[in-house]
């Protein structure tokens, strides 16, 4: 009799994300009209290639509303004979993705950047996904946030002038 050996296809995939920061206008400071560089790797840990993978990034500000990407994310490269589409096993593709740090994200105090990656095993559709963890934090699949300084000030001026009557009284 032939022995039957049953093999069980794990599909599995992993994205991480960080970000790094251009500091424009050279004060020392993240802040308004700096830049921040998302760079996003993604892994096939799994046991199948994988097809059809997809990126949803989602950008807010520390109030929870949309902040939108100046670029990105874009595809830079590949290991293992993979594309921008496709991801072998043990293979790692690697994007981009910019922000121009905004008023709206100045005001907040922070970008906080999520991404999530979709793809399909052999004969599925979309059924292997993962969302972006920050390796810097210890918390798992975490949100890649950026602080930005915030400097509130007002300065007010005021002036007065007397003018004497000529009464002898001020």
């Not at 807010?60 to 290991?79: I, K, R």
């Not at 890649?144 to 007002?154: H, K």
Request: no cysteine; net charge negative; charged share 15%.
């Amino acid at each position: 009799d032939p022995t039957v050996i049953t093999i069980t296809a794990t599909p599995s995939v992993v994205i991480t994300k960080t970000a790094s920061t251009t500091d424009l206008n050279g004060n020392g400071e993240v802040d308004l009209g700096d830049r921040i560089t998302y760079s996003i790797t993604v892994v096939n840990d799994g046991d199948l290639t994988l097809s059809d993978i997809t990126l949803v990034d989602t950008l807010t500000d520390g109030n929870s509303s949309t902040l939108s990407l100046d670029s990105g994310p874009t595809f830079e490269s590949a290991t293992a004979s993979s594309t921008s589409s496709t991801l072998q096993v043990s293979g790692v593709s690697t994007y981009t993705a910019v922000y121009n740090i905004t008023q709206q994200a100045v005001d907040s105090g922070s970008a906080i950047n999520i991404v999530k990656v979709t793809a399909s095993s052999p004969g599925q559709s979309g059924n292997v996904s993962d969302t972006s963890d920050d390796p810097n934090t210890a918390a798992a699949n975490d949100p890649t946030v950026v602080s930005i300084s915030t400097s509130p000030s007002l300065e007010v001026l005021k002036t007065a002038s007397v003018t004497d009557n000529g009464d002898g009284t001020n």
